[in-house]
């Protein structure tokens, strides 16, 4: 490291030093969420934005300019605002999440993403990790994903693309400012939220999260499943700590302070927010309605369920509709994860339905859930019965099976987790290599692949393999897992441990509504998940339109952002 890299290290650690600092006096003062109550405010309506147009009658492709913008945030009757950054057509109209943006198949959306954000940070950051810095550190780096999107590398939001207010200082794989998005994948729900090397976690917390969903209706339509504004909802749920003057709390001290100043391996926060408030409640009529659930927490997984006993219908997980309706009591959703499901309130026994939580935190071994954290939402069932014409449909979408006499490539991928001498995790690898190692997954494009899936780790870690889509065909324990884990450690070669040794546990089988193609899926610890995926539509033979293989390319990663941004990520790079 040459000496002006070595000062300008030490000054940005001096000066995050001293934030974080800042931040402790302020920690005094944690929020005790108990004082708030439940269920005071409605369910926000989140704006919708059209990502085309109708000229004379014919859609027509669109662009946009959407901001990010510090502002402030109601999240709670009773709860100060809040100091937020924000999406939104203008600082007025800004909303935490951003607003719901909706695509037509076939209509392509120009999206110029704008960072209108001050110079520093509303919370803390560590610079001991692989990070987005400027040379002057003057400005928060941001760069926007759209994530489960099939578009070109160039607008896929790379790690290292940020760039700061007014395009000042941009990263060094940046392309342009504005990006494309094609929208010629198959229906389905999407969602954007920030990207930046090292600060996903910090720009998420701070709000820059929304809706993306891209309709068909030719053959939607067909399908009468609940649809309107009214009747058709995305659900975006987080958790958040706060201080009692209203603002976000992010712990600034490290589990390895001396290693990372202010990294921690998960952010659990005490409130669950959902569209932006704090435990609301919504008024439903005796019908049925679809929520479109992403799950946006840093770390959390949600395992939902209505306390009176009503059912979930699954029609979609991630970005692509399943073959057929599966019911279920409850569902498990992981970091970044959507579901689509109708719920019929007119099958309910009371007018109050709560929808809650039981997953453990961390998952699956960490700490049971609390009346805070138990608790999402409330709805409240009108007593009429009335004329529903939605249905849900025996069949759906179906979409051709992974066929594995089509995968041209076998890989391993292993999930490590590191310690200190304390045995706090000090960082994650993917393969055992941090971000900025050379490539080495290289699909070719419109080539099927085989993965399996090697959880080393305590943790279940939601993988995101960013432009592929995959089926999860089988999940198998290890058996005598420490000794695999020893020769993993100094090899970092599956076959040359024989993996095949000691994959021979007992399986355990995908739930039905997730056998569908899906973007990111939770790995269990200790088990090898073996998936098939596909770098091409799904929908059809056609190919993608855009070259895959540009730069900067893609990228694969653990979904738990703070284990993405330390460094549980890898370049994915396609050829021809």
């Avoid at 060094?172 to 920030?194: A, E, R, S």
Wanted: proline residues 7%; charged residues 20%.
């Amino acid at each position: 490291m040459d000496y002006p890299t070595l000062l300008l290290h030490k000054v940005v650690t001096l000066l995050a030093l001293l934030g974080a600092l800042t931040c402790i006096s302020a920690s005094d003062m944690l929020l005790n969420v108990s004082n708030l109550h439940m269920f005071v405010d409605e369910l926000p309506e989140i704006p919708r934005i059209l990502g085309y147009e109708l000229v004379h009658g014919v859609p027509k492709s669109k662009s946009l300019t959407i901001g990010m913008f510090k502002k402030k945030w109601k999240f709670h009757r009773d709860l100060p605002a809040t100091t937020v950054y924000a999406y939104g057509l203008n600082p007025e109209e800004a909303t935490v999440p951003g607003p719901t943006i909706e695509a037509l198949y076939g209509v392509g959306t120009h999206v110029t993403w704008e960072n209108h954000l001050p110079p520093i940070n509303i919370l803390p950051w560590d610079p001991t990790i692989p990070i987005a810095l400027t040379v002057a550190r003057e400005g928060i780096p941001t760069v926007v994903h759209l994530h489960g999107g099939i578009h070109a590398p160039e607008s896929d939001g790379n790690a290292y693309a940020w760039f700061t207010s007014g395009f000042r200082h941009k990263g060094p794989t940046w392309t342009n400012k504005t990006y494309y998005y094609p929208n010629n994948q198959q229906p389905g729900n999407l969602w954007y939220h920030d990207h930046a090397m090292g600060l996903t976690r910090i720009n998420l917390l701070a709000g820059l999260i929304g809706a993306y969903i891209i309709r068909h209706p030719s053959i939607e339509s067909p399908l009468g499943l609940p649809h309107g504004d009214e009747f058709d909802l995305p659900l975006v749920v987080f958790d958040r700590s706060f201080r009692t003057d209203g603002s976000i709390f992010m712990n600034s001290t490290g589990n390895n302070p001396t290693i990372h100043p202010q990294w921690q391996p998960e952010y659990f926060g005490d409130a669950i927010v959902v569209n932006g408030k704090a435990w609301p409640r919504l008024t439903v009529r005796r019908r049925k309605y679809r929520f479109r659930i992403i799950n946006a927490s840093n770390a959390r997984f949600f395992r939902f369920f209505f306390t009176n006993g009503l059912r979930f219908t699954h029609v979609a997980s991630d970005s692509a509709y399943i073959e057929k309706p599966i019911t279920a009591n409850e569902t498990l959703l992981g970091p970044s994860e959507i579901t689509d499901i109708i719920v019929d309130f007119s099958e309910s026994k009371s007018e109050v339905a709560i929808l809650a939580n039981d997953a453990p935190y961390p998952y699956p071994s960490g700490d049971m859930v609390n009346e805070a954290n138990s608790k999402v939402m409330k709805f409240i069932i009108l007593p009429n019965e009335e004329v529903d014409t939605s249905r849900i449909p025996r069949r759906l979408l179906r979409y051709p099976d992974a066929s594995l006499s089509h995968a041209t490539r076998t890989r391993y991928i292993a999930m490590y987790e590191y310690t200190s001498a304390t045995d706090e995790p000090t960082h994650l690898y993917l393969n055992g290599k941090p971000f900025d190692a050379s490539v080495t997954e290289t699909p070719k494009e419109g080539s099927t692949e085989v993965w399996y899936v090697i959880n080393l780790t305590e943790d279940n870690h939601p993988l995101h393999i960013h432009l592929g889509l995959f089926k999860v065909l089988d999940q198998t324990e290890l058996v005598d897992p420490e000794i695999f884990k020893d020769c993993m450690t100094k090899l970092n070669d599956a076959l040359k441990c024989h993996v095949e040794r000691y994959a021979r546990g007992k399986k355990v089988g995908v739930p039905a509504h997730e056998k569908g193609w899906k973007n990111v899926y939770k790995m269990m610890p200790e088990f090898v998940t073996k998936i098939v995926v596909r770098f091409s539509f799904i929908h059809t033979n056609a190919s993608y339109g855009f070259d895959a293989t540009a730069k900067p390319g893609y990228v694969y990663h653990c979904h738990i952002l703070d284990h993405e941004d330390n460094a549980m990520m890898r370049p994915l790079k396609i050829i021809k």
